[in-house]
């Protein structure tokens, strides 16, 4: 008789669980494979392999030399505690059964402790492979240190990467120790009986050495922290770098520091030969104690008993080299001081050697005018433009004119049927740039564009001739579209709503819409059934691997937004907020300015970059790295619009932290020099480089010690004046093509304005200063000029003018029939000029109904000039009234005949045997004038932030203008 013999149930249940993990494994690793190749066919088809594989290789060696240069000591610790171990020691019951327990699991504790602390110094050690490199291709800066009398370099290549260094041979043998510790505690080579510690001799020698090796590591980080002052901030007045106290106590103690930690890691050595404790001990504990000293107590009274009383003579030097580090750091120490000492009288004519300024004054306000370019001009629902349009300039019969522009991008959203096949293949691009006048209007307010239509057509084609108008990569792209077809197959792109019968072009389909193949090259090649299926992991869409729309021809286009196909081919940058478009070469063209910083450039004062750019046009971004106090404008990237080629030039080559990244990412930059001129005429100098040397302008304009210590003069950018009053912003920097006093010719400007930083009560909105950066690319590309405003004369800053503007009684009035009906006066940006001797306010006025489909219209314009205002209907008309009938110069609104566009209802005749009753002028002052109260009190508690005495001041300011109506109708 036989018996079949059953396997056992829990080896089949283990191998199905061995097979499961294999493939959950292998599964993983597919998906992570598909992330990295995906990578490699992005880098390359961008032609920036390079750039990846240098930072895998750095990454990658950077991980081993972390996982091996902790894994190995830390191994080689718990094996000599181990070996070296008593074989007969007698241990106490606990630790016979800590044994009991650790003993099995030995040899993998042995190998598995050192490996897990492996993996994590090899990932500290893989992020910090852009210090290691920097250090490797370091590039001197040319400039000595004054207290220690380095290179720069060496604060900013150097000592970072040597304390990194140190920090991580100190993490490694601090847990070396502990290792040997712990295991010669578990086997017996240390034994604690009562108060007495009994330590084997073996254990004694491992111990000391490795204590000694911790502290003599201590005593060379405590002597690179003497060179660290010179980036820190001081204990005393000074924002950064070493003053008085760092330079004749810190300094000097650290140093006295650090020999005594050498001292103390040679007691430790001589206790390992001659076994006697106390003296590392007492050493030790005197490292401590001087430390407290020398490094704490010592630099405090000399802060307290010597600097305090007499701060402003000591740290005069000090101050000295803090300016000169931070306005060379920020690209001031060039900056051209020009006093102009403005009057505030409108005289008539005054205008006249500013004539082509005055022409050139933008009225159309480019944070307005998005709604009307999206009621003129997009066309249909899938097509946008951005809320904040850009402002440019091109020469137009050889004069430059300002525009305000804006590409036609795609709308994901708008699409009516929202399927994979329109979503992906059906709507894959934009189409065409706008362009309107900056400084002109039509007669019903609308823009008068130059640039527009769809095919696109206008002032600029006739002048830089057709061009490629297609937007495939833009701000708003989708995440992912595939394009590209075999030859003679049909378009299935949609290109743009067409006039033409079905039939009257070969690519007109059934519903009157152009259809488009890509034919550019713009990204990787879905050639084959594999990389078919890698994207369809990366995007979870099986369509990319199942549809029939994909085919050997197709392209996968995606990271599509300029900024980050420029931020991952560059990625040492920190690139400027403003991607903007222009034509260039037959392409539309994504300008992107990047931007070299760092945090360690000596004597230099830190800012936060996010909360530096934050303005009105720009929430505070997050950067990986906020804070910094060096930067340079030292990249020019284009990115273009059709196949999203990436192209990075060197504009500043002077700068050594550029050279520097040029070292490790060589050929990825090309020269200036080969730059055309069709894109050298439309760089301009970038806005967040302008906002931070603003920033730090208002303080280190000040350049004598004293003034600066006394603080006495700073300044701050003033409050945006249309902004909410409950949640201020800062104005913004504004583009316009003037001439600058001191300069010669008119030229593309960024500009900004600057108020006395004082607070509370103290608080002044009088201009004091005025930055302008030249941003015409030419010899004289960010120049900066800082008008310096008189002090005996009171020039009303742009919060002064709004609230002028706001309580003045007719313009208040005009306001108020503007507002009659279903309409909302909205007022555009206020833009001040030096001009005619004096500083020129301009804010153009807008009007919109309240219906879905309505836009603002420029109606009309208000200026100020010292304490005069006029308010008429176009700018010329404006700017004659204020200066006593003839400015001297005509604004580019000269030939505009305003109409009211917004219809009213008819009213009904009056009576003429029953006349109204006379107005009371007294009584209608009255009212005027209790609104004007009533606003500025409004205004003030709105300062105050007392929300209380504004809601009340608000009750009165309506009563007051309710009254005036009256009395006027």
């Known amino acids: 008789m036989t018996s079949t013999a059953t396997p056992p149930q829990n080896r089949s249940r283990s191998t199905l669980a061995i097979s499961a993990g294999i493939l959950a494994a292998l599964v993983i690793l597919f998906f992570v494979f598909a992330n990295f190749y995906t990578d490699i066919l992005w880098y390359d088809q961008l032609g920036f392999l390079n750039v990846l594989t240098t930072r895998w290789i750095a990454t990658g060696v950077m991980f081993l030399v972390g996982f091996v240069a902790m894994f190995l000591p830390v191994w080689l610790s718990l094996q000599l505690a181990y070996r070296t171990r008593p074989m007969y020691a007698k241990l106490s019951s606990q ?62 290549w150097e000592l970072p990467f040597w304390r990194g260094i140190i920090a991580f041979a100190s993490a490694v043998v601090l847990l070396s120790l502990l ?52 980036v820190e901030p001081s204990v005393g007045f000074l924002a950064a770098g ?51 000293i020398i490094g704490s107590g010592y630099p405090a009274l000399v802060q307290q008993f010597q600097v305090v009383p007499s701060e402003r003579e000591l740290e005069a030097q000090f101050i000295q080299r803090n300016i000169d580090f931070t306005r060379d750091a920020y690209g001031l120490a060039d900056i051209v001081e020009v006093p102009y000492n403005a009057v505030t009288e409108a005289e008539a004519g005054a205008l006249r050697e500013d004539a082509e300024t005055t ?19 997009q066309f249909r629902q899938y097509y946008q433009f951005p809320r904040f349009l850009d402002v440019g300039r091109y020469e137009i019969d050889g004069q430059t004119q300002d525009t305000v522009l804006a590409v036609r991008e795609l709308n994901p959203d708008g699409q009516s049927a929202q399927n994979w096949v329109n979503q992906r293949i059906v709507f894959t691009h934009g189409y065409g740039l706008v362009a309107a006048f900056g400084n002109q209007r039509s007669d019903d307010g609308q823009p008068v564009f130059l640039e527009q239509g769809i095919p696109v057509g206008g002032v600029l084609t006739e002048q830089l ?143 936060a970059l996010s909360a530096a750019i934050a303005d009105t046009y720009t929430p505070a971004p997050q950067f990986p790295i906020d804070n910094i106090n060096y930067i340079r404008n030292s990249v020019k990237a284009t990115v273009d ?58 303080r280190y304009h000040v350049t004598e010690p004293g003034s600066f210590f006394a603080t006495d003069d700073e300044w701050r950018t003033p409050n945006d004046p249309v902004s909410n009053p409950n949640a201020p912003t800062l104005q913004p920097p504004y583009y316009l093509t003037m001439q600058v006093p001191g300069s010669d010719d008119p030229s593309f400007t960024l500009y900004s304005t600057f108020i006395p930083a004082a607070t509370g009560e103290n608080q002044r909105n009088v201009l004091f200063g005025y930055l302008a950066a030249n941003a015409d690319a030419g010899d004289d590309y960010g120049k900066l000029t800082l008008l310096r405003l008189p002090r005996q004369t009171t020039i009303p800053g742009p919060g002064q003018v709004q609230a002028q503007f706001d309580s003045d009684a007719n313009v208040g009035q005009q306001l108020n029939l503007l507002r009659q009906g279903q309409t909302e006066v909205i007022s555009g940006n206020l833009l001040t000029l030096p001009v005619g001797g004096g500083l020129l306010y301009v804010q153009p006025v807008y009007v919109q109904s309240t219906g879905d489909t309505s836009f603002p219209l420029l109606r009309r314009v208000l200026v100020s000039f010292g304490e005069e205002i006029a308010f008429e209907d176009t700018l010329d008309q404006a700017l004659d009234v204020l200066f006593g009938g003839d400015s001297g110069a005509i604004a580019g609104d000269g030939d505009v005949e305003p109409t009211d566009p917004l219809p009213t209802e008819p ?54 203008l309710e009254r005036a109506i009256a009395l006027s109708d």
């Open 465 to 607: 001739g057709e061009y490629e108008p297609r937007i495939y990569f833009g701000e708003f792209s989708p995440t992912y579209s595939i394009v590209g077809a075999p030859e003679g197959a049909e378009p299935q792109e949609l290109d743009f709503p067409a006039e033409g019968e079905v039939g009257s072009d070969e690519n007109i389909d059934a519903s009157g819409n152009a259809r488009y193949t890509f034919t550019g090259d713009g990204g990787p090649a879905l050639d084959n059934v594999f990389k078919r299926l890698i994207y369809a992991i990366t995007f979870q869409s099986t369509e990319i691997l199942l549809s029939n729309q994909v085919n050997d021809q197709s392209q996968i286009l995606y990271d599509r937004d300029p900024l980050t196909r420029v931020q991952r081919a560059a990625p040492y940058l920190t690139l400027d907020n403003d991607p903007y478009p222009a034509i260039i070469d037959g392409r539309i063209k994504w300008i992107v300015d990047g931007y070299t910083t760092t945090a360690n450039y000596p004597y230099s004062t830190s800012v």
């Open 179 to 230: 290792a040997a510790a712990a295991t010669g505690y578990l086997y017996g080579s240390i034994r604690v009986n009562g108060r007495e510690i009994r330590i084997s001799r073996t254990a004694r020698i491992q111990l000391a050495i490795t204590g000694g090796l911790y502290v003599a590591l201590q005593g060379v980080s405590i002597w690179f922290d003497q060179y660290a002052a010179a």
């Open 641 to 698: 619009a059709y196949d999203g080629s990436v192209t990075l030039y060197a504009w500043d080559t002077e700068d050594p932290v550029l050279q520097t990244w040029q070292s490790i990412f060589p050929n990825t930059l090309e020269s200036a020099d080969e730059m055309s001129d069709a894109l050298l005429s439309q760089v301009r100098y970038p806005s967040d480089l302008f906002k931070v040397q603003r920033n730090i302008l208002g």
């Open 95 to 156: 630790l016979d059964r800590y044994q009991e327990v650790v003993e099995p699991l030995r040899r993998v504790a042995m190998l598995g402790i050192p490996g897990v602390l492996g993996l994590f110094g090899g990932v500290a050690a893989a992020s910090s492979w852009p210090v290691v490199l920097q250090w490797l291709n370091r590039t001197p800066f040319g400039i000595a240190d004054p207290e220690f009398g380095f290179d720069v370099g060496f604060f900013v």
């Open 242 to 292: 070493a003053g008085f106290t760092e330079v004749n106590a810190t300094i000097p103690g650290r140093a006295i520091l650090a020999g005594i930690a050498v001292v103390v890691a040679i007691l430790f050595f001589i206790t390992a030969v001659i076994g006697r404790w106390r003296l590392p001990v007492i050493g030790t504990a005197l490292l401590v104690i001087s430390g407290l």
């Open 907 to 960: 009213t009904e005749p009056t009576d003429p045997s029953t006349p109204a009753p006379p107005i009371d002028p007294n009584a209608l002052q009255q009212a005027l004038t209790d609104a004007r109260d009533a606003l500025l009190e409004r205004e003030a508690a709105y300062r105050a932030n007392d929300l209380v005495a504004a809601a009340q001041a608000d009750a009165r300011l309506q009563e007051a």
């Open 359 to 377: 022409a050139n004054i933008r009225i159309i306000d480019p944070a307005l005018v998005s709604p009307a370019f999206a009621q003129l001009e």
